[in-house]
T-cell receptor
Framework: DAGITQSPRHKVTETGTPVTLRCHQT?????MYWYRQDPGHGLRLIHY???????DKGEVSDGYSVSRSKTEDFLLTLESATSSQTSVYFC????????????FGPGTRLTVT | GQQVMQIPQYQHVQEGEDFTTYCNSS?????IQWYKQRPGGHPVFLIQ?????EVKKQKRLTFQFGEAKKNSSLHITATQTTDVGTYFC??????????FGPGTRLSVLP
């Protein structure tokens, strides 16, 4: 497996609280992605980054923000968590864009009560 | 926007039987990727197809990209219990609108 870690692996939080998930890679890949996985929806792209401080929105970006200050770290922030954001969040990395394979991290299970 | 559908949603097979999952896009794709996710695990890249009509094989797995580049299939010959998991296709149009299908969950009865 590629050198990708996610933290925390599990989190329970209350509605309205801010939450930050971290993705860390040791592979020096240029692209990093955040997905959420919900039953019946597969993986949906939240945000992605194509370099330090270069990010763009995916198909379900509302309520989420991201930051990438270093090549190896990509942070996903839920400014004010809602129950609809209860999900499993996967980080992925890739050499170059969507025309190349992605390598996924182990995932973070987030529950918003 | 672009939609990617997969059928069937679930498939239960007896070990040794064949299995096929189909992926259909509402738009023409420049490339399609297949991933496998074991229960409780993360998606793992299997293969990418880019040419119209392309067929690739990995041991018992055969992947096909349609002539119109709007559909794809994954066929597993003689399933084994190690094939259990959810198979996702994902496609895009020259780097844009990369979308994952909802997946096909395969269970294999020994």
């Amino acid at each position: 497996d590629a050198g990708i870690t996610q933290s925390p692996r599990h989190k329970v939080t209350e509605t309205g609280t801010p939450v930050t998930l971290r993705c860390h890679q040791t592979e020096n890949h240029r692209y990093m992605y955040w997905y959420r996985q919900d039953p019946g929806h597969g993986l949906r792209l939240i945000h992605y980054s194509y370099g330090v401080k270069d990010t763009d929105k995916g198909e379900v970006s509302d309520g989420y923000s991201v930051s990438r200050s270093k090549t190896e770290d990509f942070l996903l922030t839920l400014e004010s968590a809602t129950s609809s954001q209860t999900s499993v969040y996967f980080c992925a990395i890739g050499w170059e864009g969507f025309s190349y394979e992605q390598y996924f991290g182990p995932g973070t299970r987030l529950t918003v009560t | 926007g672009q939609q990617v559908m997969q059928i069937p949603q679930y498939q239960h097979v007896q070990e040794g039987e064949d299995f096929t999952t189909y992926c259909n896009s509402s738009t023409t794709l420049s490339n399609i990727q297949w991933y496998k996710q074991r229960p409780g695990g993360h998606p793992v890249f299997l293969i990418q197809l880019v040419k119209s009509g392309e067929v690739k094989k990995q041991k018992r797995l055969t992947f096909q990209f349609g002539e119109a580049k709007k559909n794809s299939s994954l066929h597993i010959t003689a399933t084994q219990t190690t094939d259990v998991g959810t198979y996702f296709c994902a496609g895009g149009n020259y780097g844009q609108n990369f979308v994952f299908g909802p997946g096909t969950r395969l269970s294999v009865l020994p």
